[in-house]
């Protein structure tokens, strides 16, 4: 009964925090839960094997794969998805949070993943090129780009606010 404890502990710690940084990448708060939970679904499985293994970064992994793989297949038109309604009861979010997620669904999906990784999730350029599977020169030049075009854009909102004001 000490594993399932264990993992309990592990998904109420690291729950949040990945569906957080999914939600950023997909832009759909009910994907990013969804391969989330289904990562942890698959944690779960293999949590003997996992629990002293770095597990969040295997969930982290399998949840961005599986994200991946559904935008892939909705893109080639292989499944449907329906999204839900709003209640009219939710706070909108803040203005400037909705510019961050703007600019960043500008950025190229690797792009957007290495900044989600680095700077949201707190990982180090290693661990990132790591989960990403690419070198890490790669994820630093990624970066700086990403970090050039999120300025352009987000100092053009900053342009449009000071004008509202």
Do not use: C
Not at 15 to 40: G, I, K, N, P
Request: zero cysteines.
């Amino acid at each position: 009964m000490t594993g399932h404890r264990d993992f309990a502990e592990f998904y109420g710690a690291v729950f949040h925090r990945l569906a957080t940084s999914l939600y950023v990448h997909t832009r759909d708060l009910a994907e990013a839960q969804d391969v989330v939970q289904e990562a942890m679904v698959r944690a779960l499985a293999h949590w003997p094997r996992i629990r002293d293994d770095q597990p969040e970064a295997w969930v982290r992994r399998t949840a961005w794969n599986l994200a991946t793989s559904r935008w892939r297949r909705l893109r080639r038109g292989f499944e449907l998805v329906t999204r839900g309604r709003i209640e009219e009861t939710t706070a909108g979010p803040e203005p400037d949070r909705v510019a961050i997620v703007a600019a960043l669904a500008l950025l190229p999906e690797r792009q957007r993943q290495a900044v989600i990784l680095h700077y949201l999730e707190d990982l180090p350029v290693s661990q990132v090129a790591e989960i990403i599977g690419v070198a890490e020169g790669t994820v630093k030049s990624w970066l700086h780009r990403a970090r050039t075009t999120l300025a352009e854009q987000l100092s053009g909102y900053r342009a449009e606010e000071a004008d509202r004001v």
